[in-house]
């Protein structure tokens, strides 16, 4: 079974610093997809960033980037240039490549704050 | 379009007591979920549904119940509400293309409290 760790309960930036989220997985599989989700206070599930496995190239989304390192299993988050708007839970999620079930498997999340 | 709507908001029961939730998506998709989400926790899948008239078990599904009688809507159902099912309950929606990442849309959850 896949499994997702976060290690980091909690984080703080200051605003307009740059922050990395840690995560990793565990899986058998070689093709699948990554995800960051945040959970503003409103408990709103927003999509961040998503990354496909077969793809070599780290994927950028604005402010926010990924490290993706496949060998290690590896799939960390970059903020720059943080804002307030940015405080909120991080989840990082794996869903398997193709498959009948394609749920997210998530993370126990990051509480991620920015000081003014 | 409202995407994902979950009613209701909130909702306090006894235990013991039943209810329903109700998740409704207008995006037309195939694939539907009920997550739930605990203090510490990520979110965990309860059930989901691949099309109309089919479920299936998610990881943890023991003490709720769902159907799909409808394309648009996924019910979850607890039968005898306990107090460990206290949480937060996300419905989510995809459609399903095998080669693509099929984006879930949330719904804004359902915060309920079992005393």
């Known amino acids: 079974a896949q499994t997702v760790t976060q290690s980091q309960p909690e984080m703080s930036v200051q605003e307009a610093e740059t922050v990395t989220l840690s995560c990793t997985y565990d899986t058998s599989e070689s093709d699948y997809y990554l995800f960051w989700y945040k959970q503003p206070p409103s408990r709103q599930m927003i999509l961040v960033i998503r990354?496909?496995?077969?793809?070599?190239q780290n994927a950028t989304e604005n402010r926010f980037s990924v490290n993706f390192q496949k060998a290690a299993k590896s799939f960390s988050l970059k903020i720059s240039d943080s804002q307030l708007g940015d405080a909120a839970m991080y989840f990082c999620?794996?869903?398997?490549?193709?498959?009948?079930?394609?749920?997210?498997?998530f993370g126990k999340g990051t509480k991620l704050s920015v000081k003014p | 379009n409202a995407g994902v709507t979950q009613t209701p908001k909130f909702r306090v029961l006894k235990t013991g007591q039943s209810m329903t939730l109700l998740c409704a998506q207008d995006m037309n998709h195939e694939y539907m979920y009920w997550y739930r989400q605990d203090p510490g926790m990520g979110l965990r899948l309860i059930h989901y549904?691949?099309?109309?008239?089919?479920?299936a078990k998610g990881e943890v599904p023991d003490g709720y119940n769902v159907s799909r009688l409808k394309k648009q809507n996924f019910l979850l159902g607890l039968e005898s509400a306990a107090p460990s099912q206290t949480s937060v309950y996300f419905c989510a929606s995809s459609s399903w293309t095998r080669s693509s990442y099929n984006e879930q849309f949330f719904g804004p959850g359902t915060r309920l409290t079992v005393l």
């Open positions: 549904s691949v099309g109309e008239g089919t479920t």
């Open positions: 999620a794996y869903r398997n490549y193709g498959g009948s079930q394609g749920n997210l498997i």
């Open positions: 990354q496909e496995a077969y793809k070599q």
